[in-house]
């Protein structure tokens, strides 16, 4: 299975969910959705808009693809399974700025996981062929927590 997680924000992720539809069925594996708010109803794929949990997802999964929020790095973490992050972006309006962007180019620097920026390059052959496993351990979790506090800085949050 294939499961894309789009997380909890209340701007929808319309982009990504409409490509992984359309190359849904020259996909090998089944894929199931978690569409958030997100409107567009998957023709091709198995899709719900929230579950009380999605570890059991995660357990079954082949593949995760995921938004660039802490999801990522949590799953990074708990799992040993391939990852491919696909940041929400500003400029489609998926997101208030662009701060999934640089989360995600980071963690891509860190550990090595799969960014991807422009869907279209989510192929069926990148999907079906893709087995990557990349996690956080002692040094590169170091390396996060540092580069969170000196972002969370920047914020000059009271």
Excluded at 15 to 22: M, S, W
Excluded at 73 to 81: G, T, V
Excluded at 122 to 129: A, K, M
Excluded at 135 to 142: C, R, S, T, V
């Amino acid at each position: 299975m294939i499961f894309i997680t789009i997380g909890n924000h209340n701007q929808e992720f319309t982009r990504l969910i409409k490509r992984i539809d359309g190359i849904a069925k020259e996909l090998k594996d089944k894929v199931v959705i978690q569409k958030g708010l997100t409107k567009y109803k998957p023709k091709n794929c198995e899709s719900f808009d929230f579950a009380p949990e999605i570890d059991s997802y995660y357990e079954k999964a082949r593949l995760v693809i995921s938004h660039g929020g802490s999801s990522p790095w949590e799953f990074l973490y708990k799992y040993k399974k391939p990852l491919i992050i696909v940041p929400r972006q500003y400029k489609f309006d998926e997101h208030i700025n662009d701060h999934q962007v640089e989360f995600s180019k980071n963690l891509e620097k860190k550990t090595g996981v799969k960014v991807i920026l422009d869907v279209k390059e989510l192929t069926p052959e990148l999907l079906n062929d893709y087995e990557k496993v990349v996690g956080i351990d002692g040094e590169n979790l170091k390396g996060l927590q540092e580069y969170l506090k000196n972002y969370l800085r920047t914020l000059n949050l009271k």
